[in-house]
């Protein structure tokens, strides 16, 4: 009647537990972007995903004792979750992607895969990911190393995701969301690293914002489309 | 009232307490559903006069049909009444049958129950019943994998696939509920539940769009007391699937943990009103979303699939 053991794997901390289920949180950000086809769906769920890693770096800020980390979680939030977001909107309301015109609409480029297919491959994908990492065996004194497992995969699945899509707008933000997943794995390994480095990384983030701003211009600009598909051949 | 009920009397109690607040449940769904479209609805007590009004209502069967058709809803019936033996319904210990069969024990009893149902309606030959049975068991297909991964997570973190000892390490500790697998596991296992007890962003539960209906679509032929038992078969499966996420998986408080009777009363309201809790949220999923296209069922069972392979990843890889 009793034969009832509780777990026989160790639970982690709660709060170790929380951190992770932020960072997978950052990864069904990541998921959740495949499954948008509004271009500004992808642009929110970019923005809720980089708000995400913000709260993520208080946590680690607040619970390490690194108060470099709350600078740097308030500069993130500041520019991933609300500069860039608001730069996008008004890039593509600047060209007109939010009118009724179907050639101009809202809508994401149709993906080489059907939606399913490609949430398929990149579930493949992000477990290589996690078994790469947990093959390489890295602790961290901050974070569980699912964290680590995570920021890989949400690399690897933001490629996918530029892959996979064909419109210039859905690259830029697998692009961004990159960058984000970059963030992640930088927040596990080396969340001591020193202030200025991080803010270098992401005035470098506001460069790329910039040249893909140009880009989303300059190909709407000449074949009045988001779409990719018909970029098939080179020019000398 | 210190009381000890005997043992056998509290299983029995399980399989009661499933059979006699399911239709309740279904009732008090389609009410809050209507109040939130601004509508009266039907009294929360609507399905046990359908239920009565049914068992006394000519049964017939479509000409050419065999005995399967007569027998199925006998057949289901019996296997939604089994299943409350093998899962915490009530009480916080294994009760003597419980061990009977763990979580794929009951999966499969629920599966049988559904292929006699989808038997019997291609029995019928009625197209609809057919086309019914036959996405019934396409998407039920597809929603497998997702189950067994989320055994797979309950056993990665128990050790066993005993659903009691996935109870018994959430309440636990708090460490048990915030981990990633755990949560993971539980969110696809409503997703799948959703699509299980057809409702809104799988298939409109009640109406009459035939050409979206999936599960509601295979008792088109039976009438009078066979219909009776497959509704109230219906409405047991959904109630047992709401316990399952419930008592396992989501909130396994308020459970007896002695035999004593008052505990067991208590146990008893306290399933009733979590059970009813959930349908307040089922209800307003129902009110939120659209139906996806029949094409777009594979996403949604993508999203259920993807959750429950990251909660075995996180676990077996992460250590979350």
């Known amino acids: 009647m009793s034969g009832i053991t509780a777990a026989t794997v160790a639970a982690p901390s709660a709060l170790s537990g929380g951190a992770s289920v932020i960072a997978v949180g950052v990864l069904l950000a990541e998921f959740g972007m495949f499954r948008q086809a509004l271009l500004r769906d992808q642009v929110r769920l970019y923005g809720a995903q980089s708000a995400l890693i913000s709260v993520l770096a208080v946590v680690v800020a607040a619970t390490r004792h690194l108060p470099d980390l709350y600078a740097l979680a308030a500069l993130s939030f500041a520019l991933k979750a609300v500069v860039v977001p608001v730069v996008l909107h008004r890039l593509l309301r600047g060209i007109g992607v939010t009118s009724s015109d179907p050639r101009w609409s809202d809508i994401a480029g149709s993906g080489a895969l059907s939606p399913a297919s490609s949430v398929l491959v990149a579930i493949a994908v992000a477990a290589f990911g996690f078994f790469t990492v947990s093959a390489l065996g890295i602790r961290s004194p901050v974070l569980p190393a699912t964290a680590l497992s995570v920021s890989m995969a949400v690399v690897l699945v933001a490629f996918v995701l530029m892959i996979v899509r064909r419109d210039v707008v859905s690259q830029a933000i697998g692009f961004l969301a990159l960058e984000n997943g970059i963030s992640l794995s930088a927040l596990v390994v080396a969340a001591g690293l020193p202030l200025i480095l991080e803010i270098a990384f992401l005035f470098d983030l506001l460069v790329a914002v910039m040249v893909f701003g140009l880009l989303i211009r300059v190909h709407h600009g000449r074949t009045e489309s988001m779409s990719t598909a018909d970029l098939t051949r080179l020019r000398g | ?320």
């Open chain 2, 1 to 320: 009232m210190s009381l000890a009920l005997p043992i056998p009397a509290i299983q029995l109690c399980q399989v009661v307490t499933i059979a006699v607040a399911a239709p309740g449940v279904s009732g008090l769904i389609s009410r809050v559903e209507a109040r939130l479209q601004g509508r009266t609805g039907p009294r929360v007590l609507q399905p046990y006069y359908d239920l009565a009004k049914l068992f006394r209502k000519e049964a017939l069967a479509p000409e050419g049909s065999s005995w399967v058709f007569l027998a199925a809803p006998f057949a289901a019936m019996t296997c939604y009444l089994t299943v409350p033996l093998l899962i915490p319904v009530l009480t916080t210990f294994g009760l003597p049958l419980g061990y009977m069969g763990d979580i794929l024990g009951g999966g499969f009893i629920l599966s049988l129950a559904s292929f006699m149902v989808a038997v019997a309606a291609l029995d019928s030959g009625s197209p609809y019943a057919q086309l019914g049975a036959s996405r019934a068991k396409t998407f039920g297909a597809i929603t497998e994998p997702v189950v067994l991964f989320v055994v797979f997570t309950v056993a990665l973190v128990t050790g066993t696939d005993l659903p009691y000892a996935l109870a018994a390490t959430v309440r636990s500790s708090s460490g048990q509920i915030v981990r990633p697998a755990h949560l993971l596991a539980a969110a696809a296992l409503f997703m799948v539940i959703l699509y299980e007890t057809g409702r809104i962003p799988v298939e409109t539960h009640t109406g009459t769009t035939e050409f979206g209906m999936i599960e509601e679509a295979r008792p088109f032929e039976h009438s009078g007391p066979y219909f009776a038992l497959l509704r109230w078969g219906s409405a047991m499966k959904q109630l047992i699937l709401y316990t399952i996420l419930l008592n396992v998986f989501v909130a396994p408080w308020g459970l007896a943990s002695s035999a004593r009777a008052s505990s067991v009363l208590i146990a008893i309201a306290a399933l009733i009103g979590k059970a009813a809790a959930l349908g307040v949220v089922v209800a307003v999923i129902d009110n939120s979303f659209a139906k996806l296209r029949l094409f777009k069922i594979t996403e949604f069972a993508a999203g259920a699939f993807l959750l429950a392979v990251l909660g075995v990843l996180t676990l077996y890889l992460g250590g979350g």
